[in-house]
């Protein structure tokens, strides 16, 4: 999921499914709401054609910011919620239309000078931002309301805004606020750089045909060779995964995972080591021993104790399994060469499939002809219209590049949200897969609306673009993210909207949503190969026992991950050495073997936006495993239990603690005894 965490061929005939239809414009009927707000009402969504567009959206944007500011500020009686709590809302929405969007067009939109000056809008708008948050007189302001003439929302808004001034350094002397400031500006720029040299970096590699054996038909017959005879591959998503997958060759899958693990380095050497020496003064400055205690204080897991004793329980309980399977992984790869020296990260997807044919006689090339991305795409629209109880129409909105559809989001005729797909790799863009979120939904002035960003393969003539089914599982998880962000949008205060929960809890619902990638009676309704049949039920539990082959291994993978993520944050980076960290924490909790010139570290992105979170993805499933109990006993198409679901956890957003939404949808607090049991099967 990407957001703003840091500063604040299927027939359309199919039962559900309205894809197809295009739909013309019409204006949007909003709900009244109480307040008369001072901004203009959002119509429709605003995109960026040219790099004044971006400037524009800053500039209006901004200048209501001021205005706002001003307002609450030249305030001598008494503080209430119309003149001073609506006027901060106000502010907040201004700052989120500037800053999902831009986030957005800076990793998507296929103009570099439009890149460019999204970032700059994002740069300009975090400066305001932190100066807001750091205004004695504003914070003042909030404190002054009397919290008794409110409702439990409105309650919650001041306490959540309150709790953000003083994690800003509001109540610091001038000189440690300029100082924040400064480091805030700081660590915005070396962000964008961090996720710049990503972007940018795309590598590639040639081989011969006999070094890409094993490769499928289709991947194969889109990868001609040129006159030489050698053929190109890329480090896009589209390329990468299909090789570790299924080339034959060790060689050819470890020169690919090499150049992969070398994207962004050495640029990100430098600016990584400033982005942690900047987080870890930042966070000294407000009062904490290190950037991780900082950024741990308004989660779930609300301190460091508490994240380290989580790794290592779930690294106690995982590492075992993950021991057993590299052994048995091993007698596969000695098979094929005796003098294998070890178990490396460019053979897990090959031998792990291995071992699923050996085990299973599952193959998974078998399942990709039941998956080609546009009955992938219809179907799981059907899927979220069956169970929600909303309509999806396609738009003919304008959008940032040719290739994004738009789409809206009906609950019966009334619009409730807007989204974009843009899902296939190009110069330029975001190389992951991940939901922007653009606005939040508020009461009486704008639909939530948000993206899908994916580089799945592209349909062309003749080719279908068949899918992984790993791809078909990430597809379930970034919707999963996307309707999150657009179910809770009926809500008055912005910071209650959308993905507004903790940052712990967000994987939650995506990784939730992934469980339906493996459910017979939802993927019979859309995979189906060109001959029309449908996928064989056994082959889908054929498919869900292999899938039990090798979780130890990707799953103390992602350990390994969260735990470096967490490293890199604890301390101070001062004289840190970015690469023997990464080998120190690999050589404890990695299941593969290291190797040289391996600079992983460069190229994880989420040591971004996540920082020193990515335990959330390990802390979310925990908890996604609890919420899949009434869907496993009910069924994935229960209607009854997916309005629950959307009630209590979907549309409520922020305006309740995670753990009070998850008891109120579980009926009680949530454990770690699913997880535990889905580790051990």
Known sequence: MKNWPILIAMSASIAGISGCAQKQ????????????YSIEKLDMPVIFNTAEDAKKVCDINLGHIERLRGEITAITGKHTQENTLERFNEMDIAFERILGISELMANTHPEESVRTEAENCTSRAAKVLTDIQMDPKLYAAMNDVDKSTLDDRAKRFVDKTLLAYKLSGVDKDEATRKKLAELDAAMVKSG???DKNIRDDRKTIQFTAEQLAGLPEDFMKNHAPDENGMITISTDYTDYFPVLNYAKDEKTRAELAKIFSQRAYPANDEVFKNLLKQRYEYAKLIGFDNWAAYNSYNKMAKDTKTIEA????????????????VEELMKLKKADNPDADGFYSWDR???????????????????????????????????????????????TRPVWDPKVEAYDVFEKDQL???????MHPRAGKYGHAASFGMYSGVEGLQLPAATLVCNFPEPTPGNPA????????????????????????RHHWVKQSGISCEWDFVEAPSQLFEDWAWDYDVLKRFATNEKGEVIPQELVEKMKKADDVGKGVLNMRQISYATLSYEYHKGNPENIDL????KEVFDKTSPFKQYENDYTFASFGHLNGYSSMYYTYMWSLAIAKDLAIPFNEKGHLDVETAHKYRDNILSVGGALDAKDMVHNFLGRDYNLDAFKQWLAE
Do not use: C, W
Request: proline share 4%.
């Open 416 to 422: 409730i949200a807007r989204f974009y797909l843009d």
């Open 579 to 582: 690469l023997q960290m990464q």
């Open 310 to 325: 989580f790794l290592n329980e779930i690294a106690t309980i995982t590492k075992p399994r993950s021991d057993a399977e």
């Open 349 to 395: 997807f090959y031998y792990i499939e291995a071992l699923k044919k050996q085990k299973y006689d599952f193959d998974a090339q078998s399942v990709r002809q039941y998956f080609p991305y546009e009955k992938v795409k219809r179907g799981i629209l059907n899927v979220a219209s069956t169970i929600y109880g909303v309509s999806f129409q396609q738009s």
């Open 466 to 489: 068949l899918m992984e089914h790993s791809d078909v599982e990430t597809f379930f998880h970034e919707f999963g993210h996307l309707l999150h962000q657009l179910f809770a949008g």
């Open 192 to 194: 964008q750089d961090f």
């Open 25 to 36: 414009e019409a204006p949007v009927e909003v709900p009244k709401a109480a307040h008369v």
